[in-house]
């Protein structure tokens, strides 16, 4: 259950995202942007691995694959 949301399916939205080991997570691309906080595991995309204690932002309009073999949890 989302933090804060406004919209539905494609929204702004705070919330935590707990990824199951091997999970992927399909192609999408981030209209306002998006900031993370990695808290556990780690979160990697096409762009880099992301450990525990990371942080990373995608612009707007910018697109990813993000999955996690180990899982991971994060704070979007």
């Given at each position: 259950r989302p933090l804060d949301r406004i919209g539905d399916e494609v929204a702004r939205?705070?919330?935590f995202v707990r990824y199951a080991p091997e999970s992927k997570f399909s192609a999408h691309t981030h209209v306002g942007g998006e900031e993370f906080?990695?808290?556990e595991g780690v979160f990697p995309d096409e762009h880099g691995d992301f450990?525990?204690?990371c942080s990373g932002r995608n612009?707007?309009?910018s697109r990813h694959t993000p999955g996690s073999k180990p899982g991971c949890v994060i704070f979007v």
């Open positions: 939205a705070t919330t906080i990695v808290l450990p525990a204690g612009p707007p309009t």
